[in-house]
């Protein structure tokens, strides 16, 4: 089974920042994972992109949150960041973790796989 779970999240400041951390597993030693991501979901919205990063390094940012957050990814411990700077009230959301592809010594999980999501609150 695979499993995602996200730390981090909180209450912070307008102008603060923030780190959210996401760990992936699954039954086996996981070898490569294709994709690693954020969303997130304000209340009342649908859930959309923040970033993503592939096993090659390539990211795809929202647009509105390029000059803020970066992606990072940790192939070796299986783990994928978000650091978020500048932190707006409108950044105020439930963040989750994403990953697709993920091969261990005995299986391919296609997915896409979830996390259980951490809340991010900007508020003064």
């Known amino acids: 089974q695979v499993q995602l779970v996200e730390s981090g999240g909180g209450l912070v400041q307008p102008g603060g920042s923030l780190r959210l951390s996401c760990a992936v597993s699954?039954?086996?030693?996981?070898?490569?994972?294709?994709?690693l991501g954020w969303y997130r979901q304000a209340p009342g919205e649908e859930r959309e992109l923040v970033a993503i990063?592939?096993?090659?390094?390539?990211?795809l940012y929202a647009d509105s949150l390029k000059d803020r957050f970066t992606i990072s990814r940790d192939n070796a411990e299986n783990r994928v960041y978000l650091q978020m700077n500048t932190l707006k009230p409108e950044d105020t959301a439930v963040y989750y973790c994403?990953?697709?592809?993920?091969?261990?010594?005995?299986?391919?999980?296609?997915?896409?796989?979830w996390g259980k999501g951490t809340l991010v609150t900007v508020s003064s």
């Open positions: 994403h990953a697709n592809g993920i091969v261990t010594e005995m299986n391919f999980y296609g997915g896409p796989y």
């Open positions: 699954a039954s086996g030693i996981i070898s490569a994972i294709n994709q």
């Open positions: 990063m592939s096993a090659g390094g390539s990211t």
